[in-house]
């Protein structure tokens, strides 16, 4: 079930989804040829993150490796939002919804491509959330003197090398976040690969379109994200839409964590008859066909038909 977004919305669309991976050359690779996903942003070091950036038509894909995080395998680890607003009208917004979130901190890439976000971690959305000591909400959140200060620290912290390992160490199993991006030449790059794979109309060898959504596994936090979604009527059965991007897919379970992701193609037939004569996929009713979690490094990534209407981009 879903409902119309409404002028008062948080949250824009999703930004990207990231993948956390020790092996990151490898894993980026993988997706970039397997699914002929074009670049982003190349591999590249900030500091607190190594990671790079591959479009998937409506969303980014990001595949990282945080700084003294050793997590073992591959796993999807981070949910990034983009807001309406900049980042501190955001964090208003959020004191106003009653979600807690750590001040905000900003990422820097210099090279090769500038690349400037602010990312604000919210709480109570999936387990293994960050242990940051500081969580914002009524009161003692939004734009205050504190919370900028921390912020500013933050981000000083993610800039030195001691700093961005001490940072990782509060880091958990998964990420939600807002995520500002503030780089020209950022919005620049999204705007070319928008173009070109509007004109391809499907890309790479299974005739992707986009994203045809991000799957949510919820036991005990859904109320988080009622909030955060302006959905006091969002139950473990929903699917929330948002003005630009793939939709969110909740399904009931055990735990709340990010299940996987679920690509659009031109041609399921085709893409499936691919699959099969590589042995890659795992049975599943309905039009929908699951890749081998053993082939992309135990990850669920699934494949549906496009719609006959054109996908949402970012």
């Known amino acids: 079930m879903s409902t119309p977004i409404t002028a008062q919305s948080l949250i824009r669309g999703i930004d990207r989804i ?15 040829h397997a699914f002929g996903l074009p670049v982003v942003w190349p591999i590249a070091d900030c500091g607190l993150l190594v990671s790079g950036g591959l479009y998937a038509g409506n969303m980014t894909i990001e595949i990282g490796r945080f700084a003294g995080l050793n997590l073992p395998g591959t796993c999807f680890y981070g949910l990034g939002f983009a807001p309406w607003q900049p980042t501190w009208e955001t964090v208003n ?4 919804r009653k979600v807690l979130h750590a001040p905000p901190v900003t990422l820097c ?48 912290m993610v800039g030195t090398e001691a700093g961005s390992k001490t940072f990782s160490m509060l880091l958990g199993s998964s990420l939600v976040f807002m995520c500002d991006n503030q780089s020209n030449r950022h919005q620049e790059r999204l705007a070319e690969l928008r173009a070109n794979w509007r ?46 991007g793939p939709p969110l897919r909740f399904y009931p ?3 709340n964590k990010l299940l996987g992701i679920e690509f659009s193609c031109a041609d399921l037939e085709s ?15 309905g039009r929908r066909i699951t890749l081998s979690p053993g082939r992309m490094d135990g990850l669920t990534i699934g494949f549906s038909q496009s719609p006959t209407a054109k996908l949402d981009e970012y």
């Open 271 to 285: 893409t499936a008859h691919q699959l099969l004569e590589k042995r890659s996929l795992v049975p599943t009713a």
């Open 199 to 244: 004109s391809a109309r499907q890309n790479g060898p299974y005739g992707i379109t986009g994203i045809a959504g991000v799957d949510i596994e919820v036991s005990t936090n859904i109320a988080g994200w009622r909030r955060l979604l302006d959905r006091p009527d969002l139950n473990t059965n929903s699917f929330h839409t948002f003005s630009i």
């Open 18 to 32: 990231l993948i956390h991976t020790q092996d990151v050359e490898r894993v980026f690779g993988r997706f970039r």
């Open 109 to 156: 890439y210099e090279e090769p491509i500038a690349i400037r976000s602010t990312l604000t971690f919210l709480r109570n959305l999936l387990d293994g959330q960050p242990n940051t000591p500081f969580w914002f909400g009524r009161p003692g959140g939004g734009n205050t003197r504190i919370g900028r200060a921390l912020s500013t620290l933050s981000t000083w």
């Open 253 to 255: 379970g055990g735990s």
């Open 93 to 96: 917004g959020l004191v106003s």
